[in-house]
């Protein structure tokens, strides 16, 4: 009696669980995981497959133990790495022989990727298969045959990785690290240059990626299956043979559902690229916008637009995180460039062709202070040539490029506000800041742009007439004013230009006086004279021009001082010279005071003879020396040589010191 009560208790206790169901089997309470492999396909996921050889090694046997690596693109992309491992029994090898053996290696692993699917069981399969059926066609004597035909050179193992990436972390360097990095400035996580070495930069964008990952898998966290497990049919028990009741309590079984496990991102923020990190960042799943991006946005996702912004040459400004204006507008710039509709906003689909290989780069890059290169050479050409800036053009963009470049930027806003009047208030598009933004510089790049302006003449005025002064000023025709009115100073200016370029001298600034001006072959204005210094002379020679434009005609010679033994005037020609300075002068050093400072170069200058004070007598030595040397390096002169040569001879005269 006391078996069948058990025997009865242990079968309602087996109808009572299944008529519980299946809630709480190990099948259905799998913790369900947030990782990368939800996001690719499975033959993107990184897999190694490895083939180990049991293998007979004679006693006492000197073995070493070494390795090949192959690493191959498919054809589908993928890189592939196959890694043979041999062990060296009894057999020195040179590294002639070695090579060798790598060249075979190599060239079964070529055969295989061709002739086989690229996962990495079959291709580990075929790549094994293959170097087995090379030893057993290998025939002949060891000595004549090559190295890997040798019975004491074993295979220990032979493992297949597809696609293969290798981990990367702090200290890793080469082709792989430099393959990752140039990545990482595509998505905007890193900036500057791929230089293959994973440094702490690289180490910092790579924890930016695996934060950007995290936020991604907690989507797929919060979009995850209902984990409410469907209910199963109860399973309807087979009738029992009929049996006496007895009288016994059964216990009442409640199942228990087993509690689902807390879920979280798995992607770890560490700074190691690991293979299937690596694998969905090259992935053409990989999410590269996570959200639309408006003016005032802030953060992480803003700073990866601006670094790419800025690596595609469509910004300069510092990358702040601060979605502002100078952003807007390099976004407004690249879309204008992709195709894209000109909104500013870094909504979806501008972020998907930013950080993608299809951003097409701008016709030209922004510039901006601080730029170097042939790029601001070719701007501050253009700029001087076409009258925006007096600049010289040594491809540094410094202060005066900046302003050349607000002096475009002025022209180009005021010929739209003419164009846009009357349009029902539209505003320019052309901000005034100082940099060469890519569409700027199409514009003044363009040959529609208007180099050569209407003609101008005598009550001209405005925005051409600026330009035409600037042009004339920098070819040093015209000291006047840049003030926009076209008088008698600019008239004469471009008599005298024309005069210099063989047209006919009308004062009138037509198309062909235009055309000559605004050309980068443009002559500068001869200079009345041309000074000579004979230090040996103790004299000074004023040439002037000839009928043929020659300095040959001697004009006026004049006594000076040159400087004394220890305190030399410095020989050679200088044509840079800023010319006349102050009409008094004061040396602080010698505390005395000199008239007509005409600056030669540097501190070295035309002066007359010096004075005790300002206004007051010259000094009877200064008078008595000249025609010695005496000075302290200048050129002394008479008062009225001194005067002469400060009034007649402009900026920039040639100077020879002889």
């Known amino acids: 009696m006391k078996r069948l009560k058990q025997t009865l208790l242990a079968a309602l206790v087996m109808m009572l669980a299944l008529s519980a169901g299946t809630y709480g089997s190990a099948e259905d309470t799998k913790a369900w995981k947030a990782d990368l492999t939800a996001l690719l396909d499975a033959s993107e996921i990184p897999s190694t497959t490895t083939i180990t050889y049991d293998l007979s090694i004679p006693e006492g046997a000197e073995v070493r133990e070494k390795a090949h690596d192959v690493e191959l693109v498919s054809t589908r992309g993928d890189v592939l790495n196959v890694e043979v491992v041999f062990e060296l029994v009894n057999l020195p090898l040179s ?30 399969n075929v790549v094994a298969n293959g170097l087995v059926e090379r030893r057993k066609a290998a025939q002949g004597d060891w000595v004549d045959l090559s190295v890997w035909q040798s019975d004491n050179l074993m295979i220990k193992s032979v493992s297949a990785s597809v696609p293969y990436y290798p981990e990367l972390q702090s200290g ?39 934060q950007h990952v995290r936020v991604i898998e907690q989507g797929l966290i919060d979009n995850r299956p209902d984990p409410t497990p469907t209910p199963q049919p109860t399973a309807t028990p087979t009738p029992a043979p ?15 559902p087993t509690p689902e496990p807390s879920l979280g991102p798995e992607t770890a923020v560490d700074g190691v690229a690991d293979p299937l990190l690596q694998a969905y960042a090259f992935s053409e799943k990989f999410q590269s916008a996570l959200g639309i991006l408006n003016s005032g946005d802030s953060g992480d996702q803003v700073l990866r637009v601006q670094r790419r912004l800025a690596n595609l040459g469509y910004m300069t400004d510092a990358a ?29 689909a501008t972020q998907e062709l930013l ?25 501050q050409k253009r700029l001087r ?15 005066s490029t900046k302003i050349g470049v607000e002096n475009l930027q002025k022209y180009l806003q005021e010929m739209e506000t003419e164009t846009l009047a009357g349009t029902g208030g539209a505003t320019p598009s ?5 940099v060469a933004d890519p569409i700027l510089l199409e514009d003044f790049y363009a040959d529609s742009f208007p180099a050569v302006p209407e003609t101008l003449s005598d009550g001209s005025s405005g925005r051409d007439v600026v330009r035409l002064q600037r042009r004339l000023n920098l070819l040093e025709y015209y000291d006047g004013t840049l003030d926009g009115a076209y008088g008698e100073g600019t008239a004469k200016a471009v008599r005298d230009f024309q005069k210099r370029h063989g047209l006919e001298q009308t004062g009138v600034a037509d198309t062909q006086t235009l055309r000559t001006l605004f050309d980068e072959n443009a002559l500068k204005a001869l200079k009345p004279y041309v000074l000579k210094v004979s230090v040996k002379d103790q004299k000074v020679y004023a040439y002037g021009l000839d009928e043929n434009n020659e300095y040959t005609d001697l004009v006026k010679t004049m006594k000076c001082s040159t400087g004394r033994k ?62 010695r040397r005496a000075s302290h390096g200048c050129v002394r002169l008479s008062v009225d040589d001194a005067k002469w040569v400060w009034s007649n001879c402009p900026r920039n005269t040639k100077v020879i010191v002889y």
């Open 95 to 124: 590294d002639s022989q070695w090579a060798e053996v790598g060249d075979w290696v190599k060239s079964v692993v070529t055969d295989s990727v061709q002739s086989v699917q690229a996962d990495s069981e079959s291709l580990a």
């Open 172 to 210: 890793s360097s080469g082709a792989a690290t430099q393959r990752l990095q140039r990545r990482l400035i595509e998505l905007g996580f890193l900036s500057g240059a791929a230089d293959g070495h994973y440094g702490a930069n690289t180490e910092k964008a790579v924890q930016a990626l695996e």
């Open 242 to 256: 009929y049996v006496v009741p007895l009288s016994i309590e059964v216990p009442i079984v409640t199942p228990v």
């Open 320 to 348: 702040d995180g601060q979605l502002g204006a100078g952003t807007m507008r390099s976004l407004r710039i690249f879309q204008y460039y992709n195709g894209l509709i000109q909104t500013g906003i870094a909504d979806i």
């Open 355 to 379: 950080f993608s290989a299809d951003a097409r780069r701008p016709d030209n890059a922004m510039l901006s202070e601080g730029a170097s290169g042939e790029e601001v050479s070719r701007l």
């Open 385 to 399: 040539v076409l009258g925006f800036a007096a600049i010289n053009v040594d491809g540094n963009y410094g202060a």
């Open 430 to 434: 052309t901000v005034i800041n100082g």
């Open 566 to 627: 220890g305190n030399e005037t410095p020989l050679g020609t200088y044509e840079n010279g800023t010319g006349p300075g102050a009409r008094w002068h004061y040396f602080k050093k010698f505390d005395c005071w000199a008239q007509y400072a005409f600056y030669i170069q540097g501190d070295i200058m035309f002066h007359s003879v010096l004075y005790g004070s300002k206004e007051g007598s010259v000094t009877r030595s200064s008078v008595n020396n000249l025609g």
